[in-house]
């Protein structure tokens, strides 16, 4: 945690969680910087969160606000949890608001199995998960493609996956878009991108990227009818977490993109307050064909998440000896949490386009919102919010009030307190791998180091961050998941 004065003092407190940083803290800002946070959270919020939000604030086209989730930390451009909205016509469109890791998401699976089933085999059925799911730098997936199809893929998103046997026709509308982010263009990306990409899908990565299993207790689930919508309907009920993205092919996009942008920017004489914002007009020609490229990342990254489903359900299928639809092996729903679309919503009381940046945060659409399918239009959006591996996650639901404020955006996960280098310096790997067994969660790793960095209390109190949307009335708490088995990159 930091001292509490590295707070600005111009920080003013709207309300229990919500508090601003006002036009005037910083020259150029063209709209205030909000952030949600409680009181805790806010002081453990490194100085950097609040230099990067306030830079943000002075991009061309800005609407409204720049905002940062509690979960807020230091990132590259845009804090991580930063929220941002741009006028299309007069706007831009930044790499750093959406990750290098481009839709970087979460996807949530229904099992009707218990823990008393699922214990006695958990070991096995972790270990065959890590053989079936390659984690690490460098993994390359059991999928075999052409660079025609992989140029498929990137158009057409998961529905590729149903259509090539990796999918039920059921999943496509369990997530966010319908897994295909409209506008993608092959040609806009590099031959260094696609080599980069064409072997990964299918696989976890490394960092904080996971492959989960997970248990409901009777007393974790928060709001039965919506949990039963959403299908958590048993106490002791197991589900199965995955956090990826899109690998290095999302990350070579972003990295060939940022030398386009810092071109234009010299020929517009467009400045910013950190070369790592570097940007473009949305509408200009690299604006376009930077989201088109976006677009494909994004779209890989749904396939991605659907080739490990699939692998996911084959593996259950095997330790368990049943068929994925005999275990309702559902898809709840699969969200992004770095990305950039054009959405529609109420500024100044006038609906219109705005281009939203979220990075390292998670879209929150409330009850009828017209984008959301006929499962979840009654009740609002599921939003999946992945803890540490030691303490748990949470699922979550949209809201009507999150769309007035937030342009429908909340939170992605617990936020880190430290470095992974510090984690690393403070717990050795195996020793971690013994405590957490000793707690009965069970975990698999690539790497002892790559484990020791996502040692839980290198984490904030993923609970707090939870109480805090709960509060702001962005997102609320569906159903508390504890982990019982982990693997991880």
């Given at each position: 945690m930091i001292k509490i004065n590295n707070i600005p003092k111009e920080i003013k407190q709207i309300s229990e969680v919500v508090w601003e940083l006002p036009a005037s803290y910083k020259k150029g800002m063209r709209v205030p910087a909000r952030i949600y946070a409680s009181k805790e959270l806010l002081q453990g919020m490194d100085a950097g969160v609040f230099d990067q939000l306030t830079n943000v604030a002075c991009l061309p086209g800005i609407q409204k606000h720049a905002y940062c989730m509690p979960d807020g930390h230091w990132g590259y451009g845009f804090p991580i949890g930063g929220v941002a909205a741009f006028d299309p016509e007069k706007g831009v469109i930044s790499p750093g608001g959406i990750g290098f890791d481009i839709n970087c998401g979460m996807r949530l699976i229904t099992t009707n199995l218990t823990i008393d089933e699922v214990k006695p085999k958990l070991n096995s059925l972790i270990d065959l998960l890590f053989e079936r799911v390659p984690t690490g730098v460098g993994g390359k997936g059991f999928l075999r493609i052409t660079e025609n199809q992989f140029k498929?893929?990137?158009?057409?998103?998961?529905?590729?996956?149903?259509?090539?046997?990796?999918?039920?026709?059921?999943?496509?509308?369990?997530?966010?878009?319908?897994?295909?982010?409209?506008?993608?263009?092959?040609?806009?990306?590099?031959?260094?991108?696609?080599?980069r990409g064409i072997r990964q899908m299918g696989t976890l990565g490394s960092g904080n990227h996971y492959l989960e299993v997970q248990m409901v207790k009777a007393e974790n689930i928060l709001r039965p009818d919506i949990a039963k919508k959403f299908g958590i309907i048993n106490p002791d009920q197991i589900v199965i977490m995955v956090h990826c993205g899109s690998r290095g092919f999302g990350h070579q996009i972003g990295t060939d993109y940022l030398t386009t942008f810092n071109k234009v920017m010299k020929d517009l004489d467009l400045g910013v307050k950190d070369r790592e914002l570097a940007c473009a007009p949305f509408k200009s020609k690299e604006g376009q064909n930077y989201y088109k490229a976006m677009a494909c990342a994004a779209n890989a990254a749904f396939v991605n998440r659907q080739v490990i489903l699939h692998r996911v359900r084959e593996s259950f299928s095997q330790i368990f000896k049943k068929e994925p639809e005999d275990m309702d092996m559902k898809l709840i729903y699969d969200v992004a949490h770095n990305i950039a679309k054009v959405e529609k919503h109420k500024i100044d009381g006038v609906k219109q386009e705005v281009v939203v940046h979220r990075k390292g945060s998670t879209r929150s659409f409330g009850p009828g919102h017209p984008d959301l399918n006929s499962l979840y239009k009654e009740v609002g959006q599921p939003v999946i919010l992945g803890g540490s591996m030691e303490t748990g996650s949470y699922l979550l639901v949209g809201t009507d009030k999150a769309m007035e404020e937030t342009f429908g955006s909340t939170a992605h996960g617990s936020g880190r307190t430290m470095s992974r280098t510090k984690a690393k310096q403070m717990v050795n790997g195996e020793c971690l791998q013994r405590e957490m067994a000793a707690k009965g969660i069970y975990?698999?790793?690539?790497?002892?180091?790559?484990?020791?960095?996502?040692?839980?209390?290198?984490?904030?109190?993923?609970?707090?961050?939870?109480?805090?949307?709960?509060?702001?009335?962005?997102?609320?708490?569906v159903v508390a998941l504890k982990p019982i088995g982990n693997i991880k990159g």
């Amino acid at each position: 945690m930091i001292k509490i004065n590295n707070i600005p003092k111009e920080i003013k407190q709207i309300s229990e969680v919500v508090w601003e940083l006002p036009a005037s803290y910083k020259k150029g800002m063209r709209v205030p910087a909000r952030i949600y946070a409680s009181k805790e959270l806010l002081q453990g919020m490194d100085a950097g969160v609040f230099d990067q939000l306030t830079n943000v604030a002075c991009l061309p086209g800005i609407q409204k606000h720049a905002y940062c989730m509690p979960d807020g930390h230091w990132g590259y451009g845009f804090p991580i949890g930063g929220v941002a909205a741009f006028d299309p016509e007069k706007g831009v469109i930044s790499p750093g608001g959406i990750g290098f890791d481009i839709n970087c998401g979460m996807r949530l699976i229904t099992t009707n199995l218990t823990i008393d089933e699922v214990k006695p085999k958990l070991n096995s059925l972790i270990d065959l998960l890590f053989e079936r799911v390659p984690t690490g730098v460098g993994g390359k997936g059991f999928l075999r493609i052409t660079e025609n199809q992989f140029k498929d893929i990137m158009v057409d998103g998961a529905s590729w996956c149903v259509e090539n046997g990796y999918g039920w026709k059921e999943d496509t509308k369990r997530i966010e878009e319908n897994g295909k982010i409209k506008g993608a263009d092959p040609t806009r990306v590099s031959d260094r991108a696609i080599k980069r990409g064409i072997r990964q899908m299918g696989t976890l990565g490394s960092g904080n990227h996971y492959l989960e299993v997970q248990m409901v207790k009777a007393e974790n689930i928060l709001r039965p009818d919506i949990a039963k919508k959403f299908g958590i309907i048993n106490p002791d009920q197991i589900v199965i977490m995955v956090h990826c993205g899109s690998r290095g092919f999302g990350h070579q996009i972003g990295t060939d993109y940022l030398t386009t942008f810092n071109k234009v920017m010299k020929d517009l004489d467009l400045g910013v307050k950190d070369r790592e914002l570097a940007c473009a007009p949305f509408k200009s020609k690299e604006g376009q064909n930077y989201y088109k490229a976006m677009a494909c990342a994004a779209n890989a990254a749904f396939v991605n998440r659907q080739v490990i489903l699939h692998r996911v359900r084959e593996s259950f299928s095997q330790i368990f000896k049943k068929e994925p639809e005999d275990m309702d092996m559902k898809l709840i729903y699969d969200v992004a949490h770095n990305i950039a679309k054009v959405e529609k919503h109420k500024i100044d009381g006038v609906k219109q386009e705005v281009v939203v940046h979220r990075k390292g945060s998670t879209r929150s659409f409330g009850p009828g919102h017209p984008d959301l399918n006929s499962l979840y239009k009654e009740v609002g959006q599921p939003v999946i919010l992945g803890g540490s591996m030691e303490t748990g996650s949470y699922l979550l639901v949209g809201t009507d009030k999150a769309m007035e404020e937030t342009f429908g955006s909340t939170a992605h996960g617990s936020g880190r307190t430290m470095s992974r280098t510090k984690a690393k310096q403070m717990v050795n790997g195996e020793c971690l791998q013994r405590e957490m067994a000793a707690k009965g969660i069970y975990v698999k790793s690539a790497s002892m180091t790559g484990l020791a960095e996502e040692a839980g209390f290198a984490y904030k109190d993923v609970s707090e961050v939870v109480s805090v949307l709960e509060k702001a009335d962005i997102s609320r708490g569906v159903v508390a998941l504890k982990p019982i088995g982990n693997i991880k990159g």
